[in-house]
Nanobody, 125 residues
Framework: QVQLVESGGGLVQAGGSLRLSCAAS????????MAWFRQAPGKDREFVAT????????YYTDSVTGRFTISRDNAKNTAYLQMNSLKFEDTAVYYC??????????????????WGQGTQVTVSS
């Protein structure tokens, strides 16, 4: 069983930066693929980024490539999402997710086994 707790959300002006954290419990953290999704009001939850167990491979959705960076620290059982050059359209609740080891480019909700409760990111224009 893996429990995930996100933090780091908040209100930021367009062009600003935030770093989200996802603290995980469980001894298998280093084996899990980790990902970030987001959900804006009235929209479906969408994939943002994912990273493999050792942090060597990452994959991003096109709209955040070059602005967001996913990383992890297995010694701290924590995954991160560094968000730079934030835009109004990045406003959403951001969720951390974990999946068993395997194919990295899993971009749909049902491919992930564990979810956090979400953290709100609001970008003012």
């Amino acid at each position: 069983q893996v429990q995930l707790v996100e933090s780091g959300g908040g209100l930021v002006q367009a062009g600003g930066s935030l770093r989200l954290s996802c603290a995980a419990s469980g001894r298998t953290f280093r084996n899990n693929n980790m990902a970030w999704f987001r959900q804006a009001p009235g929209k479906d939850r969408e994939f943002v980024a994912t990273i493999n167990g050792n942090g060597g491979i990452t994959y991003y959705t096109d709209s955040v490539t070059g602005r967001f960076t996913i990383s992890r620290d297995n010694a701290k059982n924590t995954a991160y999402l560094q968000m730079n050059s934030l835009k109004f359209e990045d406003t959403a609740v951001y969720y951390c997710a974990a999946a068993t080891p395997g194919f990295l480019r899993r971009t749909t909700r049902d491919e992930y086994d564990y979810w956090g409760q979400g953290t709100q990111v609001t970008v003012s224009s």
